[in-house]
């Protein structure tokens, strides 16, 4: 079984930092990507941030150039360093992975639960 772990949320102020992680667990051959989403009560689920299997780095308008995805291949873990945050930030952070477990023959795409940001002024 694959779960994708959340972690990092919460409530911070205006121009704080936090770091969320997310944890890919279970059997797993190969992940493609890495991503993280997020959405706001009225909004779609947009994307923040996403790292392929090269490293390479796309963002979102919504990042605004204060955060930074980076990943842990050894843990199966990527992270967003939310840096100058504000109020619009406000948010559940959805991780997203394309992965193959090893149960599988073909790619298949998760998301995790959610973890909540609330950014106040």
């Known amino acids: 079984q694959v779960q994708l772990v959340e972690s990092g949320g919460g409530l911070m102020q205006a121009g704080g930092s936090l770091r969320l992680s997310c944890a890919a667990t279970?059997?797993?051959?190969?992940?493609?990507?890495m991503g993280w989403y997020r959405q706001s009560p009225s909004d779609q689920r947009v994307l923040v941030a996403v790292i392929m299997s090269d490293g390479s780095t796309n963002y979102g308008d919504s990042a605004e150039g204060r955060v930074t995805i980076s990943r842990d291949n050894v843990k199966n873990t990527i992270y967003l360093q939310m840096n100058a945050l504000k109020p619009d930030d406000t948010a559940v952070y959805y991780c997203?992975?394309?992965?193959?477990?090893?149960?599988?023959?073909?790619?298949?795409?998760?998301w995790g639960r959610g973890t909540q940001v609330t950014v106040s002024s």
């Open positions: 997203n992975a394309v992965l193959k477990p090893s149960s599988e023959s073909y790619w298949l795409n998760y």
């Open positions: 279970g059997t797993i051959f190969s992940i493609n990507a």
